[in-house]
């Protein structure tokens, strides 16, 4: 198991895109969480097996439709054993 922080800067905020994240994470079998920063960009915390993890950040680089999605920061974060994906509070 693996845990990824992704930082995701571009049109990402008023797009559905933590909404559409989640679905994806589901779909994937990723567990983790999803937030919009203050700063317009998306944070995101993906955990699991390495493959699925890669293939969720992946995911993020496109983004749902009406996004546009200009760069995603990752770096290495703890697992700490999240048994889903949630939708967090803006910080």
Do not use: K
């Not at 890669?54 to 996004?67: E, K, T, V, Y």
């Amino acid at each position: 198991m693996i845990r990824r922080r992704a930082i995701v800067t571009g049109t990402v905020q008023g797009v559905g895109f933590r909404w559409s994240a989640r679905e994806q994470a589901q779909t994937l079998g990723v567990a983790g969480w999803a937030r919009n920063r203050a700063d317009g960009s998306v944070e995101v915390e993906v955990e699991g097996e390495d493959e699925r993890v890669d293939r969720m950040l992946a995911w993020l680089r496109q983004g749902p439709p009406g996004s546009d999605v200009r760069a995603v920061d990752v770096s290495e974060a703890a697992t700490d054993g999240d048994d889903g994906f949630r939708i967090r509070q803006t910080v």
